[in-house]
């Protein structure tokens, strides 16, 4: 899932280059285009085997939202497992992404400034600097995933 998450972001990140963004928003950016479909992957059979083998991480997911937004989402997240795989995978891998980046923008200068309220132009170098730090971003953001527990 690691590898998965980290793919996600590379790839997702060229595309705002040149863009003009609050950089607390960045997660919510490179994913738009998933969330505005609800879907990664369009196929329920797809989405249902990668929630089998990352149960662990949509059990993870599951907990994350029962402690940020409450048990009605919890269990509306739960349920689309069975109902709307493809929403449930794409709940899941925003919330990674999410945590991910949103945890390390927030603990990390860029260039010696706190950035997180800043709106940039997303250029080279902030790119290199995202790209230079993503593995251990990944794992931290991995690691405080793992501490929310149904």
């Keep these: ?19 003009s963004i609050y950089i607390g928003d960045l997660s919510n950016e490179l994913y738009s285009s ?8 369009c196929n329920a059979g797809r989405s249902q085997d990668n929630l089998r083998e990352h149960a ?17 989402e919890a269990g509306e997240l739960a349920l689309n497992l ?10 899941m891998v925003f919330t990674y992404v999410d945590e991910v980046l949103n945890n390390f923008l927030g603990k990390n200068n860029y260039k010696g400034e706190n950035v997180w309220n800043e709106k ?21 953001g991995f690691s405080i995933m793992e501490e929310y527990t149904l």
């Design 34 to 41: 998933d969330n505005m479909t609800g879907s990664i992957t």
């Design 120 to 140: 940039l132009t997303i250029d080279e170098d902030f790119l290199n600097w995202i790209r230079e730090h993503l593995d251990e971003a990944i794992d931290e």
């Design 82 to 91: 069975l109902r709307s795989p493809e929403k449930a995978e794409c709940c």
């Design 56 to 72: 662990a991480e949509f059990e993870h997911t599951v907990a994350y939202v029962k402690d940020n937004f409450g048990d009605i």
């Design 1 to 19: 899932m690691k590898h998965y998450i980290k793919d996600y972001i590379l790839e997702h990140l060229d595309g705002l280059k040149g863009q």
